[in-house]
């Protein structure tokens, strides 16, 4: 709780001039016995309005003073008679205040235009940031899309990635996929342009001939933007891929072979 925005805040003033329902008022009380400088605030705040009050106000009429004094009177007996007893009585500056009505009156209404265009304004920047945030969030999205197309294409332009298409098999004719492979670096870009759907308990794994061996490359789920970076790969001469149990096995199930090719 930050105790200096709880004080600019006008609660305290609307507090003392009886601005709060039962709740704020219940909670002005345990903020300024958990927090003494509040204690001292409001006590200083309430030392100045009753000085204001007793400078700001007029000595009524005499009639009028009358009128005030007896309406007092009976609300005083009226609380005497029904026993009524007030857990906060009113210091006797506020009844001094009541004298200059106008003053009071101007008084309360800035305290409570002042802390509700205060509680105004905490929503409306809250929201903001929250708009901000949304805002810099989908602009992180974006960007980071970007430049991955970006990287994409330089794999694709670069004369040193060699690109091998891997064509269906006789069981998957319509089967299509690509690889850019880089000699001198080993890292292999894999490109997706057809492969069929299979379970949830099966992945595809790449694979890559050396010296006449295949070695696994990693395996993958369709459905990625773009290139996927899979493992690097030195001296291959051909690419393939199969359907594996996820994860992934050390050798390749011939008979659902979906795509290869030859780098050569």
Do not use: C
């Amino acid at each position: 709780m930050n105790v200096k925005e709880y004080i600019s805040s006008g609660i305290l003033e609307a507090y003392l001039l009886d601005e709060v329902t039962p709740q704020e008022r219940m909670e002005v009380l345990r903020m300024t016995q958990l927090h003494p400088e509040l204690k001292r605030e409001l006590d200083r705040t309430e030392t100045t309005l009753k000085s204001f009050a007793m400078k700001a106000s007029v000595s009524p009429r005499k009639e009028l003073k009358n009128m005030i004094m007896a309406k007092a009177e009976q609300a005083l007996n009226g609380a005497r008679s029904s026993k009524l007893i007030r857990l906060n009585p009113l210091p006797f500056w506020k009844y001094a205040a009541a004298a200059s009505v106008v003053v009071a009156l101007g008084t309360s209404y800035l305290a409570f235009n002042y802390r509700q265009q205060w509680k105004e304004a905490n929503v409306a920047l809250t929201d903001l940031i929250a708009r901000n945030q949304r805002v810099a969030q989908n602009y992180n999205v974006v960007n980071q899309k970007l430049e991955k197309i970006q990287d994409d294409f330089s794999i694709i332009e670069s004369s040193a990635f060699k690109k091998v298409v891997m064509k269906g098999t006789a069981g998957e004719p319509n089967a299509l996929a690509s690889v850019y492979w880089n000699a001198t670096t080993e890292e292999v870009f894999l490109s997706i342009q057809n492969l069929k759907a299979i379970s949830a308990d099966n992945q595809f794994q790449l694979w890559a001939i050396v010296d006449g061996k295949p070695v696994d490359a990693g395996v993958f789920d369709t459905g990625f933007p773009g290139l996927l970076k899979m493992k690097s790969i030195k001296g291959a001469t051909a690419f393939a891929v199969t359907i594996e149990p996820r994860g992934g096995r050390t050798a390749p199930t011939l008979a659902t072979m979906q795509v290869v090719g030859t780098a050569g």
